[in-house]
T-cell receptor, first 111, second 116 residues
């Protein structure tokens, strides 16, 4: 069975600084997708970024980028120029036919 | 595009009653929808996979007679919590797959159920 591990339950970052959220996963598959979702206090799940496993190039979306290391089964999220609105719970997720979520990490942003 | 709605957003009911939660894909057809349960500050737990026109597939440990799922059309799936008890109080979230080639799920805003 696939597992997703987010070992840090909480992190804090100063506004305008950069923060990296870590995620590792375990799978025997070679073709899959990886996602980072944001869940703000409203609890609406918002897709931040996605990565196809067959692509070597790391995905980027504006201030958000990933470091995808397929051999190491690592998928970290880097948030640059952190903003107060980035404060939320972030979930790393693995998908083939269904999503498997990590436990999540609560990110706080200090003004 | 790819908007998923849920109704109601909040519901309070008495123990022993049944509650129905609707999940709709507003601007696309969803052959597959998912139902999750989430406790405060915890991750999403998949309860079941709902396929249009067929029986739902439940995850291990989820009582299918307690959590009835119906996916009668390509835009609507319903979750009915039967004979609700206080331990069923939780946040329930649905999602639908968009056939974009990314296997991406779009999530509804969730329903907070409180059973008194």
């Amino acid at each position: 069975a696939q597992t997703v591990t987010q070992s840090q339950p909480e992190m804090s970052v100063q506004e305008a600084e950069t923060v990296t959220l870590s995620c590792t996963y375990d799978t025997s598959e070679s073709d899959y997708y990886l996602f980072w979702y944001k869940q703000p206090p409203s609890r609406q799940m918002i897709l931040v970024i996605r990565q196809e496993a067959y692509k070597q190039q790391n995905a980027t979306e504006n201030r958000f980028s990933v470091n995808f290391q397929k051999a190491a089964k690592s998928f970290s999220l880097k948030i640059s120029d952190s903003q107060l609105g980035d404060a939320a719970m972030y979930f790393c997720a693995y998908s083939r036919n269904r999503l498997t979520f990590g436990k999540g990490i609560t990110l706080s942003v200090r003004p | 595009g790819a908007v998923v709605s849920q109704h109601p957003s909040r519901v309070i009911c008495k123990s022993g009653t049944s509650v129905k939660i609707e999940c709709r894909s507003l601007d696309f057809q969803a052959t597959t929808m998912f139902w999750y349960r989430q406790f405060p500050k915890k991750s999403l737990m998949l309860m079941a996979t709902s396929n249009e026109g067929s029986k739902a597939t439940y995850e291990q440990g989820v009582e299918k007679d307690k959590f009835l799922i119906n996916h009668a059309s390509l835009t609507l799936s319903t979750l009915t919590v039967t004979s609700a008890h206080p331990e069923d109080s939780s946040f329930y979230i649905c999602s639908a797959i968009v056939d974009s080639g990314y296997n991406e799920q779009f999530f509804g805003p969730g329903t907070r159920l409180t059973v008194l």
